[in-house]
T-cell receptor, first 113, second 113 residues
Framework: NAGVTQTPKFQVLKTGQSMTLQCAQD?????MYWYRQDPGMGLRLIYY???????DKGEVPNGYNVSRLNKREFSLRLESAAPSQTSVYFC????????????FGPGTRLTVT | GQQLNQSPQSMFIQEGEDVSMNCTSS?????WLWYKQDPGEGPVLLIA?????ELTSNGRLTAQFGITRKDSFLNISASIPSDVGIYFC?????????????FGEGTQLTVNP
């Protein structure tokens, strides 16, 4: 099992460009999450999907959109990147909405210039 | 919203020493989790706690769920160089936040050989 995979691993964007971060899990988990990690601020939830077909905003959703493509895949889209979105992005999954143990991918390091 | 205060922010210790870090919250949680993040990687789950007062060990790691449900601590005994990394606590309260986790800001651990 690969667990949670994320692509790309690194990305540099210019202000105003768009891109989609991809995430996939092979653990048959129902719930998936997108976080961003900034120095000294821990992990902050952007969006999550409790189950296939549902998505909800987290703590910092502005400037992002998500798509739960199927049970395995959950993508995060930046429509018009801003320097404030420079961060490390992590995708995570859990067995169910009540499955508190979340498993993380390796992260995408995004720089917006 | 719920906030977690994690301390200390950083620790510099000698190999073989014991380590203790903790998290406190102004709100109660039903679940406490402890994660470790190695440089350039995603967080990895170390220990999960589900009941107030629960004490759980995983090798040299021991964690406890505070009796008030507002705090948790993690101890590492006889530290080794591979313990280096950032340790995060996370809390969850299903009644108010569903499957969403609230993360502490992390404790950066450095172990000198």
């Amino acid at each position: 099992n690969a667990g949670v995979t994320q692509t790309p691993k690194f990305q540099v964007l210019k202000t105003g460009q768009s891109m989609t971060l991809q995430c996939a899990q092979d653990m048959n988990h129902n719930s998936m999450y997108w976080y961003r990690q900034d120095p000294g601020m821990g992990l902050r939830l952007i969006y999550y999907s409790a189950s296939e077909g549902t998505t909800d905003k987290g703590e910092v959703p502005n400037g992002y959109n998500v798509s739960r493509l199927n049970k395995r895949e959950f993508s995060l889209r930046l429509e018009s990147a801003a320097p404030s979105q420079t961060s490390v992005y992590f995708c995570a999954s859990s067995v169910s909405p009540g499955g508190y143990e979340q498993y993380f991918g390796p992260g995408t390091r995004l720089t917006v210039t | 919203g719920q906030q977690l205060n994690q301390s200390p922010q950083s620790m510099f210790i000698q190999e073989g020493e014991d380590v203790s870090m903790n998290c406190t919250s102004s709100s109660i949680f039903n679940t406490w989790l402890w994660y470790k993040q190695d440089p350039g990687e995603g967080p990895v789950l170390l220990i999960a706690l589900y009941k107030a007062g629960e004490l759980t060990s995983n090798g040299r790691l021991t964690a406890q769920f505070g009796i008030t449900r507002k705090d948790s601590f993690l101890n590492i005994s006889a530290s080794i160089p591979s313990d280096v990394g950032i340790y995060f606590c996370a809390g969850q309260l299903w009644e108010t936040s569903g499957s969403r986790l609230t993360f502490g800001e992390g404790t950066q651990l450095t172990v000198n050989p």
